[in-house]
């Protein structure tokens, strides 16, 4: 690859077990190898021509070459030279971005809630009434400001993030092994998340002119993909990431479980036009909760997590923060479900605003 080429890396890496020694099981490493290609290969000519292959049938502009894996862990990387494409791209936005936008839309909405906040709140209490960490002026400072947000309710997914690293540091500090695998896991989890959504925010304009369907399309191919892509997690690896060696960020990271998972819930096409009322948002993550204030028989519980569309504008942020304020609005959803028809989680499409008779 000449030098000077601007790159832009896919991530695939497994952990735990043989993976761990830079070792994987061949026939499911070549299972996946296919399989990763193929994901990649997908997304490229969706970038290129917004269309969802459902055979590689078709030649792409974008050149995109294996490299080497590393030793400590087993990672392939899959380097998509940026060079100029003559026709524009469908997507314009690279190809990072588009795996980060699909992994959000794919990835559960309550990944972190109000559970969350209230553990980092009695956290933050331990921190302070113990000596065995040592805080700067400047970080002490910034937890008693993350501390006051959270008793109003207010704390954003950036708010947790930070809380959560010195709550980490703690148990480090206790050496307290178990504590810091827990806290370890908390802070990757929201991390990840708040990676996939800055990244998101970075190019959506590109992603709210995407035709609904085809979304639905190409992340129906995504959830069929990763069963081969993760098929090492069989024997010899117990967790798959998937990221970009960019400012580390990770879109996904998946044990076996979560894989089989991928498919075992259901966009429900419908859409439920419900009134409620908005318990609280994240600005920064665009999750939030919400209870309906009508009896619907499709909506089986009084409150839901709910994330914006993929494709939400920036009008529909602004109006679910202005919703907030409201005692009640109108709402138009859809949902996914389990095997059962049990609803998981919601999807806001649309608020409105005006003022319900």
């Known amino acids: 690859m000449a030098t000077g080429q ?30 990763a290609s193929r994901l990649t ?34 990672i392939i990387d899959a380097a998509a030279t940026l060079v100029p494409i003559v026709v524009a791209a469908a997507v314009d936005a690279p190809l990072s971005a588009i795996f980060a936008w699909i992994w959000d839309k794919i990835l559960p909405s309550s990944d972190v ?25 400047q970080e002490t400072e910034r937890l008693k400001v993350i501390e006051r947000i959270l008793t109003q309710e207010k704390a954003t997914l950036r708010d947790l993030v930070d809380a959560q690293r010195l709550i980490l540091r703690r148990s480090e500090n ?44 190409l992340e129906e191919r995504v959830r069929e993909t990763m ?22 960020n990770l879109f996904a990271r998946l044990d ?21 009322r908005i318990i609280r948002y994240d600005r920064n993550g665009r999750y939030g909760k919400l209870a309906s204030t009508e009896a619907l028989p499709n909506l089986d519980q009084t409150e839901y997590f709910f994330r914006l569309s993929s494709g939400a504008s920036r009008q529909l942020h602004s109006n679910v923060i202005d919703a907030m304020h409201l005692a009640e609005v109108k709402a138009k959803l859809t949902a996914y479900r389990n095997e059962l028809g049990e609803i998981q989680r919601l999807v806001l499409h649309d608020v409105d605003l005006s003022q319900i008779q």
């Not at 190019?203 to 639905?216: G, H, K, L």
């Not at 076996?256 to 409620?276: F, G, H, P």
């Open 6 to 35: 601007q790159l832009d890396v896919i991530r695939f890496s497994y952990t735990g077990g043989l993976a761990d020694s830079g070792r994987l099981n061949f026939y499911e490493l070549g299972r996946a190898y296919y399989a």
């Open 41 to 74: 290969y997908t997304i490229a000519r969706f970038r290129e021509t917004g269309r969802v292959l459902q055979k590689i049938s078709e030649k792409i502009d974008t050149v995109i070459l294996a490299e080497a894996p590393r030793r400590g862990s087993f």
């Open 113 to 137: 809630d109000k559970k969350d906040a209230l553990r980092i709140t009695r956290e933050i209490a331990k921190i302070n009434a113990s000596r065995d960490v040592n805080l700067s002026k």
């Open 174 to 217: 206790a050496s307290d092994g178990p504590s810091v695998r827990r806290e370890s896991a908390k802070l990757e989890s929201m991390t990840d998340l708040l990676q996939r959504t800055e990244l998101i925010e970075e190019y959506e304009e590109a992603f709210s002119s995407i035709n609904t369907d085809t979304e639905r399309r």
């Open 227 to 248: 069963q081969d892509v993760a098929l090492p997690l069989r024997s010899s690896a117990d967790y798959i990431a998937i990221g970009t060696p960019a400012n580390a």
């Open 256 to 276: 076996s479980q979560e894989v089989k998972n991928l498919n075992a819930e259901i966009e429900d096409r419908t859409v439920i036009k419900a009134r409620c």
